[in-house]
């Protein structure tokens, strides 16, 4: 299972690629809000930042709601950055986000289908042509539902029936969530940075670096 980091925070994306784990980026309206920037501004900045990742995700914004206004944005979208191969255009999971997704894959455009809660959801964004979906899988157990059984679900699906879309597990909450759900069968997990730290610490690792330097002694030369 590979990693994305699920941020529109330069500094978090530019540390995330620094220590070598990361194969993409996905953002959202609420997450490039947060940050007070510039939208397409801020979408140039991280693929910049990140060149050797195989997707920086950019969402249509909540303007667009029909198939011809999604589509309008994202082929603006698509030119960001000298029209970066990077470049995946998010959309949500209505039936014009499908239609969007099937015009982008025939131009090549990678898409993420988003806001996936069902494995039906999933099997239509695949069928559109998206080149992934993403299953929220913590809002769902904010409901009192199994997001992780929702992503062992689609993986077995899309195993089945030979679909190629890769999954993003998204809506990660805890290193508890990455485990389940790498060996549940996503392709891919988008995590906060915090859940990356997270998932390099343990008490066990920091007291035995503690323990090695107390022990210590400089070889005589
Ligand atoms: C994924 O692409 C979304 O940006 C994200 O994972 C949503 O997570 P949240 O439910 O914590 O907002």
């Given at each position: 299972m590979k990693f994305f980091v699920d941020t529109a925070n330069l500094k978090d994306i530019k540390k995330a690629y620094q220590i070598g784990v990361l194969s993409g980026v996905t953002t959202n309206p609420s997450l490039v809000a947060k940050e007070g920037v510039q939208f397409e501004d801020r979408i140039e900045e991280i693929l910049q930042a990140v060149p050797e990742v195989e997707s920086v995700s950019a969402e249509v914004t909540?303007?667009?709601?029909?198939a011809e206004e999604m589509i309008a944005e994202a082929d603006e979208l698509i030119k960001i950055n000298g029209g970066d191969k990077n470049i995946t255009i998010k959309v949500p999971m209505t039936l014009a986000g499908l239609e969007t997704t099937r015009y982008l894959a025939k131009k090549g455009v990678k898409v993420n289908v988003t806001l996936i809660f069902t494995v039906n959801q999933a099997l239509l964004a695949a069928r559109a042509g998206a080149a992934y979906v993403s299953p929220f899988l913590g809002r769902l157990d904010d409901i009192s539902e199994d997001g992780v059984l929702l992503v062992a679900k689609i993986a077995e699906l899309f195993r089945t029936h030979n679909l190629d879309a890769q999954i993003i597990a998204a809506s990660v909450r805890h290193p508890d969530h990455v485990t389940r759900v790498a060996m549940a069968g996503a392709h891919i997990a988008t995590v906060p940075f915090k859940v990356i730290e997270q998932l390099a610490k343990h008490p066990l690792t920091d007291q035995g670096i503690e323990k090695f330097a107390a022990d210590w002694v400089e070889p005589k030369k």
């Open positions: 909540p303007h667009a709601v029909t």
